[in-house]
Nanobody
Framework: QVQLVESGGGLVQAGGSLRLSCAASGRTFSSSTGAWFRQAPGKEREFVAAIIRTDGRTYYADSVKGRFTISRDLAKNTVSLHMNSLKPEDTAVYYC?????????????????WGQGTQVTVSS
């Protein structure tokens, strides 16, 4: 059974930084693409970033490009999201996902396994 556990969320002032981490069990990030999504209150879950299984290529939503960095540590079986220059509009619950089953990397329906989420709140 695949389990994903996110950590690292919290409250930060605008312009600050946070690092989220996702630890996987039951599946390794060397065998499956890892991704981060987020969901703000009253909004749809949206794509943030993905790191591709085969070669580590990364993809980002336009709203976070240049500010967020996704990375992986295959030895520790973790995927991280480094978030810099945070804005109030980045406030959301952030979810780690894996079990990519094909199609667009930015579609949540294309991932089979999800973590429980971690809250990120950016104050102005």
């Amino acid at each position: 059974q695949v389990q994903l556990v996110e950590s690292g969320g919290g409250l930060v002032q605008a312009g600050g930084s946070l690092r989220l981490s996702c630890a996987a069990s039951g599946r390794t990030f060397s065998s499956s693409t890892g991704a981060w999504f987020r969901q703000a209150p009253g909004k749809e879950r949206e794509f943030v970033a993905a790191i591709i299984r085969t070669d580590g290529r990364t993809y980002y939503a336009d709203s976070v490009k240049g500010r967020f960095t996704i990375s992986r540590d295959l030895a520790k079986n973790t995927v991280s999201l480094h978030m810099n220059s945070l804005k109030p509009e980045d406030t959301a619950v952030y979810y780690c996902a894996t079990g990519y089953n094909g199609g667009s990397y930015s579609w949540s329906r294309n991932y089979d396994h999800w973590g429980q989420g971690t809250q990120v709140t950016v104050s102005s």
